[in-house]
């Protein structure tokens, strides 16, 4: 049996670039400001580092920004349920094909990796009819740092499926070098697609098993298969 942990944003779904206005709302409405934002890379990134990079770039304590995070969280994902327009929120090339594929399969295990808050992410699959695929998965909130999260998403398998997955079991696929990052660093094998906003080569670059240019191709299958 095998376990594929998704990553959302740029994987699964692109949100139209939504995200950001409730995001800055809510740094400006905790913090009194929302830093570098247009100049920020928020890819690959879970949502709680990117609060602790934009305001402590804006001068403000480390202490002082995770004191207020919880606060944070609670006013964007408010402002995101809010403003986000389903109708702009695109899934990305064969992800339902895929999704379903690996549905029908009894030998795989299809759970979550991805930088949002849990909310977060229901939210924004909800909205394009993709969160019934996904019982369990690890979130920013559970870290900080996406490195941290392959072991949270390996526990959270066990308490759903009833069974252990090896680092050699497991696939983790994701649009990102972080999302490469975080997988090697357990040993664990990413299929690295360009439908986010990182380049094939820089993709190949950070150790992707394999770099797609998206889920219509058969590697997701192949690598399951290895």
């Keep these: ?52 990079d934009l305001m402590t770039g804006a001068g403000l304590a480390r202490e002082l920004v995770l004191e207020r995070l919880a606060a944070v969280r609670d006013h964007y994902l408010a402002e995101l349920e809010a403003t986000l327009e389903p109708a702009r929120v695109r899934r990305l090339p064969a992800v339902v094909e895929r999704l379903e594929e690996l549905a029908a399969r009894g030998d795989v295990a299809v759970g979550l990796l991805t930088g ?17 695929f996904f019982r369990f998965g690890a979130f920013g909130d559970d870290s900080i740092d996406r490195d941290e999260l ?59 098993a394999r770099v797609v240019a998206d889920l219509a191709g058969g590697d997701l299958a192949e690598l399951l298969a290895a």
């Excluded at 994987?11 to 920020?40: I, M």
């Excluded at 090697?184 to 950070?206: D, K, Q």
């Design 116 to 132: 949002n808050w849990e909310r977060g992410a229901r939210i924004k699959l909800g909205s394009c009819g993709l969160s019934g």
């Design 150 to 208: 392959p072991p949270v998403a390996l526990e959270r398998a066990l308490a759903a499926v009833g069974r252990r997955f090896a680092p050699a079991e497991t696939l983790i696929v994701g649009d990102s070098p972080l999302d490469v990052a975080c997988a090697r660093a357990h040993g664990i094998r990413c299929l690295a697609v360009a439908t986010g906003w990182t380049s094939p080569e820089r993709l190949a670059a950070a150790g992707a």
């Design 1 to 52: 049996m095998k376990l594929v942990l998704f990553d959302i944003d740029g994987t699964l779904v692109d949100c139209g670039g939504q995200t950001r206005r409730p995001f800055a709302a809510a740094l400006e409405a905790v913090y009194g400001t929302a830093g570098d934002l247009p100049g920020y890379d928020f890819s690959g990134k879970t949502d709680p580092r990117i609060v602790l």
